[in-house]
């Protein structure tokens, strides 16, 4: 643990150095200018904030644990596979994150990949995931804790279908709550540090270094998120943080409590499915539009009804946090 957080804040000072001359690099290359916010009016001042920010977080969280692996490597002779899942599964959806982003800032309206594609570069993307995490680091078995049971449970091939929806969902999640100064950030960083004494307690060493090294690399992205944003995260690093917490969860087998730790995610998703279901089904039933929220995601709301965008960060962290040790109290069950 000593070593996990020595190495998290390495990460976080070696990234905020770098984080000034990546802003200024985004600006000179123009990514963000035509960005389009979708939300309150009062977002519209954000326009043209550099938003590949999450280049930030993969990037040094890549670098570290390279580094880290490779000493590994020379001392030992031996590399960390806990680690190459979700790195793998972290630099994937940044990729195909950064795709997205780079076609919404060269397009007119600010519109990125479409949706209904998109979702299955995410699907693939997490399924071979899935079927690594149950043929070679659970040895073919799917395993799930259950609070208050004291042996794992068995769910057989069924592991594989839910964890590539886990995955799928959780990168979703994070990349939906990604729409105020410092949200998403903070919220990542908070689940990250939770699943990293979850996975102190089960002795994964490895992935309780990976976990406190993307919470470092955070905390360093927030210095230059924090309101008013120099730069913005964008599906660079949302996309990434989700799909890699997702793996986390499910390598500690813990993944029956992400939706507790990740309740702000969560929250913020059921929201707008909640938002999109009640327009449909009121207007084919009723004829007419009723929704629940004034505008979604739930953060929108709030901005809306005269919540300021720092009220609403530090409350919905203070939520996160209160969530994460709830996460970690049923873990010790």
């Known amino acids: 643990m000593a070593f996990a957080l020595t190495l998290g804040g390495f990460t976080f000072v070696m990234a905020v150095i770098w984080g000034s001359p990546l802003v200024e690099i985004m600006r000179r290359l123009r990514l963000?200018?035509?960005?389009?916010?979708?939300?309150p009016q009062e977002h519209m001042a954000k326009m043209g904030?550099?938003?590949?920010?999450?280049?930030?977080?993969?990037?040094w969280t890549v670098i570290i644990s390279i580094v880290v692996n490779t000493v590994q490597l020379v001392q030992n002779l031996e590399i960390a596979e806990s680690v190459i899942i979700p790195l793998g599964v972290m630099v994937a959806y940044s990729v195909l994150g950064g795709i997205d982003d780079y076609?919404?800032?060269?397009?007119?309206?600010?519109?990125?990949?479409?949706?209904?594609?998109?979702?299955?570069?995410?699907?693939?993307i997490a399924a071979l995931a899935a079927i690594l995490l149950y043929g070679v680091v659970n040895d073919a078995h799917g395993w799930i804790a259950v609070p208050t049971v004291q042996i794992?449970?068995?769910?057989?091939?069924?592991?594989?279908?839910?964890?590539?929806?886990?995955?799928?969902?959780?990168a979703n999640a994070v990349n939906l709550t990604d729409g105020l100064d410092g949200l998403a950030?903070?919220?990542?960083?908070?689940?990250?540090?939770?699943?990293?004494?979850?996975?102190?307690?089960?002795?994964?060493?490895?992935?309780?270094?990976?976990?406190?090294?993307?919470?470092?690399?955070?905390?360093?992205?927030?210095?230059?998120?924090?309101?008013?944003?120099?730069?913005?995260?964008?599906?660079v690093g949302s996309q990434a943080l989700g799909g890699a917490l997702g793996v986390v969860a499910l390598m500690t087998n813990q993944w029956l409590i992400l939706p507790i730790i990740a309740f702000v995610p969560v929250a913020t998703t059921l929201s707008t499915i909640l938002q999109v279901m009640s327009a449909i089904l009121s207007r084919r039933f009723i004829g007419r539009d009723i929704r629940p929220f004034r505008m979604a995601p739930l953060h929108n709301?709030?901005?809306?009804?005269?919540?300021?965008?720092?009220?609403?960060?530090?409350?919905?962290?203070?939520?996160?946090?209160?969530?994460?040790?709830?996460?970690?109290?049923?873990?010790?069950?």
């Open 185 to 235: 950030g903070i919220i990542a960083a908070t689940a990250f540090a939770a699943y990293g004494i979850i996975a102190f307690l089960q002795d994964q060493q490895f992935l309780l270094i990976f976990s406190f090294v993307v919470v470092g690399a955070c905390f360093a992205f927030l210095w230059f998120n924090a309101h008013p944003a120099q730069m913005f995260m964008g599906d």
């Open 32 to 39: 963000g200018k035509q960005i389009r916010i979708e939300g």
């Open 301 to 333: 709301h709030f901005v809306l009804i005269g919540w300021s965008e720092t009220q609403i960060v530090q409350r919905w962290w203070l939520m996160g946090i209160l969530a994460a040790m709830v996460g970690i109290a049923l873990a010790l069950i």
């Open 103 to 124: 076609q919404g800032f060269r397009k007119r309206l600010g519109v990125g990949m479409l949706a209904r594609y998109k979702i299955w570069y995410q699907v693939g």
């Open 49 to 59: 904030t550099p938003a590949m920010g999450g280049i930030l977080i993969v990037g």
């Open 152 to 170: 794992l449970l068995d769910i057989g091939l069924w592991y594989i279908p839910v964890a590539t929806f886990i995955i799928t969902a959780t």
